[in-house]
């Protein structure tokens, strides 16, 4: 946690599907080392806006910048570089593997390019695995999966299955970290957990942005929220703020 978590910025973001405007030049700053929500209902863009942070989608127009400088443009590889990560709405956990080795491969990455580069034959390579084993070993414990190690991840419940992806993004030790919809399907317990997991990776200078529909779990989680119906922006500001703007309230009664 010594490290100065950045900031992000997403400034005048537009995306368009050809017909479809999922988002009309979105702004708004996420401080360094704040935890800042994403709400709004179906179909609002909340997901398209993590795609275009992430690099998986171009804007059709606008910039997104990290400590001011500008990222997009950029690859998704590029920008898990620069210090992005994500997890995905979606659980996307290799099934036939233990949960070590799903660690592992997010680790991994790197190395593989690292191979094709200087040949399998290179000694050092084996010290790699070593470190790659002792760092797996450290992520696990970190988020209390060292009793799952060796067990595939479909077996397991579902708030356990969501903390192996938080880990797995957290294998690139991203300064940014988008979590999509990270507490659906979890019980309120599973849900207390993540809360302080999620205010742990926080407090080790990483700066989360989160996408969630559990209204209870963004209220007491995060310091900003933005709220998005039709790809704009209808509010922006603390919880308590947003949920007294009269768009909001309208916006989930029509949801
Ligand atoms: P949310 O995550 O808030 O539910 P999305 O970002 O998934 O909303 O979707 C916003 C809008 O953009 C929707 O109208 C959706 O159909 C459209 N959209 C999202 N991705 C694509 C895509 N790849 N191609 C065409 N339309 C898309």
């Known amino acids: 946690g010594d490290v100065r978590a950045p900031s992000l910025e ?3 973001i537009s995306k368009h599907f050809r017909g479809v405007k999922a988002l009309n030049e979105i702004s708004f700053t996420v401080a360094p080392g704040a935890i800042h929500g994403v709400v709004g209902p179906n179909g ?38 620069l210090g992005i990560a994500r997890t995905f709405q979606n659980l996307r956990l290799f099934g036939d593997m233990t ?15 690292w191979i094709w580069r200087y040949a399998l034959w290179q000694p050092g390579v084996w010290k790699r695995d070593r470190d790659l084993r002792a760092r797996a070993d450290a992520l696990l414990t970190r988020f209390g999966l060292t009793d799952y190690a060796d067990t595939t991840p479909g077996s397991l419940p579902y708030g356990i299955q969501r903390r192996i992806e938080i880990a797995r993004a957290m294998a690139s030790e991203p300064r940014i970290l988008l979590l999509d919809e990270p507490a659906a399907g979890l019980n309120g ?25 559990n209204m209870g779990f963004v209220m007491t989680l995060c310091a900003r929220v933005t709220v998005l119906a039709s790809g704009r922006i209808i509010a922006d500001g603390t919880p308590a703020e947003v949920v007294a703007t009269p768009a909001v309230i309208e916006a989930y009664l029509g949801d």
Request: hydrophobic letters at 40%; aromatic letters at 4%; charged letters at 25%.
């Open 10 to 12: 997403i400034r005048e």
């Open 44 to 81: 609002s863009g909340k997901t398209t806006l993590f795609n275009v942070i992430s690099g998986l989608y171009k804007a059709t127009a606008g910039q997104v910048l990290v400590d001011g400088q500008i990222v997009s443009g950029a690859t998704s590889y590029q920008l898990s570089h």
């Open 189 to 213: 317990e599973e849900v207390r957990q993540l809360s302080e997991i999620v205010r742990s990776i926080r407090d080790r200078g990483v700066t989360v942005v989160v996408i969630e529909h």
């Open 99 to 113: 949960v070590r080795e799903n660690i592992l491969v997010a680790l991994d990455r790197t190395r593989i390019r």
